[in-house]
């Protein structure tokens, strides 16, 4: 009932930047939390950024002072923006959207995931 397209993901040189995009779609009555997770082969998925509907944020410490997440409620999206990008932010990065269908009814969807490859 909820989908969630990403786009904005690619190749790009150490230093670079890209910035990630993520559409909610579907049965929504409110979003509440909105966030970027990433898994890179052989490793556990990990939370990048979060924010919640009133703008408050958190980051990993691996990517804090580099990456922005920010969102538009008005589109129900949700934004990445990475800049000095690194080898080791090479990932699979995955949309997470929290919110409610219905005041009984909660959902919690992922994204389909956007490769990000960071390498010369």
């Known amino acids: 009932q909820v989908q969630l397209v990403e786009s904005g993901g690619g190749l790009v040189q150490p230093g670079g930047s890209l910035r990630l995009s993520c559409a909610a779609s579907g049965s929504i009555s409110r979003i509440d939390a909105m966030a970027w997770y990433r898994q890179a082969p052989g490793k556990q998925r990990e939370l990048v950024a979060a924010?919640?509907?009133?703008?408050?944020?958190n980051y990993a410490d691996s990517v804090k002072g580099r990456f922005t997440i920010s969102r538009d409620n008005a589109k129900n999206t949700a934004y990445l923006q990475m800049n000095s990008l690194k080898p080791d932010d090479t990932a699979v990065y995955y949309c997470?959207?929290?919110?409610?269908?219905?005041?009984?009814?909660?959902?919690?969807?992922w994204g389909q995931g956007t490769q990000v490859t960071v390498s010369s």
């Open positions: 997470n959207v929290d919110g409610r269908i219905t005041i009984l009814k909660r959902f919690n969807s």
């Open positions: 924010i919640t509907t009133g703008g408050s944020t």
